[in-house]
């Protein structure tokens, strides 16, 4: 195999529900059918969940949790054994994410644009939205949202991480690698200073800074999402349920809810979090084209 995706899944089927259907409508509109799927359902799973892993209409393979594994150790020994798999990269794939149809070509279009270049993450995830349509930027934000994560960068700097040395107290593993890229701090590359955002996600978020640090190898995003976020509950959002007394009649609230990131946001029952986006009516004028348009952000002050 060489082309996987890697699905985390938890109690959230309705969600699940939605994102695979996109994902269907996405490899449709690319016509593609050579990935693999390989599910980390984690210990506790709903059987709802379960039957949307067995129905899933493509290829996969699943890991079952026969204990309760966690956020980060469930995703990175997850990661770990799909990059064993994988031949370049793989795309992670979470269950709260909606893929724009235009994702598989923009990855492509992406993949083939970067060529040799070293890469750290070509990602579909734009902070602001409101870019040019056709424009990627080299960048050093992280975010788990439908990454495509580059073998080479996860092999050289994140799995060497992802051992019991943090597992067992990412807070301190995380301080520990603050402190040794401290000198970076001032010119805004390195973006933390302190213990916090250390799960998963925030790793990775550092070793993409690590990486630009080292050996100026780059993360690619857009002007504008091909990735949608519905997340408003979870690990990090718990305020938020989905109203309906079974399964259909929260999906099709889930359904309205997801047109509109006020409703998200409302759901979201938090301050903390504003980032919630549906996807832009420009994605509709996207004729295949895309074009690098240099640093954004801090990236290019580290040569």
Same mark, same amino acid.
């Given at each position: 195999?060489?082309?996987?995706?890697?699905?985390?899944?938890?109690?959230?089927?309705?969600?699940?529900?939605?994102?695979?259907?996109?994902?269907?409508?996405?490899?449709?509109?690319?016509?593609?059918?050579?990935?693999?799927?390989?599910?980390?359902?984690? *210990?506790?799973?709903?059987?709802?969940?379960?039957?949307?892993?067995?129905?899933?209409?493509?290829?996969?393979?699943?890991?079952?949790?026969?204990?309760?594994?966690?956020?980060?150790?469930?995703?990175?020994?997850?990661?770990?054994?799909?990059?064993? *798999?994988?031949?370049?990269?793989?795309?992670?794939?979470?269950?709260?994410?909606?893929?724009?149809?235009?994702?598989?070509?923009?990855?492509? !279009?992406?993949?083939?644009?970067?060529?040799?270049?070293?890469?750290?993450?070509?990602?579909?995830?734009?902070?602001?939205?409101?870019?040019?349509?056709?424009?990627? /930027?080299?960048?050093?934000? /992280? #975010? =788990?949202? #439908?990454?495509?994560?580059?073998?080479?960068?996860?092999?050289?700097?994140?799995?060497?991480? #992802?051992?019991?040395?943090? /597992?067992?107290?990412?807070?301190?593993?995380?301080?520990? +690698?603050?402190?040794?890229?401290?000198? /970076?701090?001032?010119?805004?590359? *390195?973006? *933390?200073?302190? #213990? !916090?955002?250390?799960?998963?996600?925030? +790793?990775?978020?550092?070793?993409?800074?690590?990486?630009?640090?080292?050996?100026?190898?780059?993360?690619?995003?857009?002007?504008?999402?091909?990735?949608?976020?519905?997340?408003?509950?979870?690990?990090?959002?718990?305020?938020?349920?989905?109203?309906?007394?079974?399964?259909?009649?929260? +999906?099709?609230?889930?359904?309205?809810?997801?047109?509109?990131?006020?409703?998200?946001?409302?759901?979201?029952? !938090?301050?903390?979090?504003?980032?919630?986006?549906?996807?832009?009516?420009?994605?509709?004028?996207?004729?295949?084209?895309?074009?690098?348009?240099?640093?954004?952000? !801090? =990236?290019?002050?580290?040569?």
């Amino acid at each position: 195999m060489s082309n996987i995706i890697l699905r985390p899944v938890y109690n959230r089927p309705e969600m699940l529900k939605l994102s695979i259907e996109n994902e269907v409508r996405a490899r449709e509109k690319y016509s593609l059918c050579d990935f693999v799927t390989i599910f980390l359902v984690e *210990y506790g799973a709903d059987n709802k969940t379960k039957e949307l892993v067995e129905n899933y209409p493509f290829e996969f393979k699943y890991i079952v949790r026969e204990k309760k594994y966690g956020l980060t150790v469930n995703i990175l020994e997850g990661m770990k054994v799909a990059f064993d *798999y994988a031949d370049d990269f793989i795309i992670h794939l979470e269950d709260d994410i909606l893929l724009h149809e235009t994702y598989f070509e923009y990855m492509n !279009t992406l993949i083939n644009l970067v060529g040799s270049e070293k890469y750290s993450v070509l990602s579909p995830y734009s902070p602001n939205d409101s870019g040019n349509i056709e424009s990627v /930027y080299k960048h050093n934000h /992280y #975010a =788990a949202l #439908a990454p495509l994560i580059s073998k080479e960068f996860f092999d050289v700097y994140v799995r060497p991480c #992802a051992q019991n040395r943090y /597992y067992s107290a990412p807070a301190k593993f995380v301080v520990s +690698l603050n402190n040794e890229y401290k000198e /970076y701090w001032k010119s805004r590359v *390195y973006k *933390y200073t302190n #213990a !916090t955002h250390h799960e998963q996600a925030g +790793l990775i978020n550092r070793l993409v800074d690590v990486s630009v640090i080292e050996e100026d190898r780059c993360l690619y995003m857009p002007g504008i999402n091909r990735q949608q976020h519905i997340g408003y509950f979870g690990k990090n959002r718990p305020g938020g349920k989905i109203p309906g007394n079974s399964f259909d009649e929260r +999906l099709v609230n889930l359904r309205d809810i997801i047109l509109d990131s006020g409703k998200m946001y409302k759901m979201s029952a !938090t301050k903390q979090y504003d980032d919630y986006k549906t996807f832009s009516p420009k994605l509709k004028e996207w004729q295949g084209v895309l074009t690098i348009d240099g640093y954004k952000g !801090t =990236a290019k002050n580290v040569k």
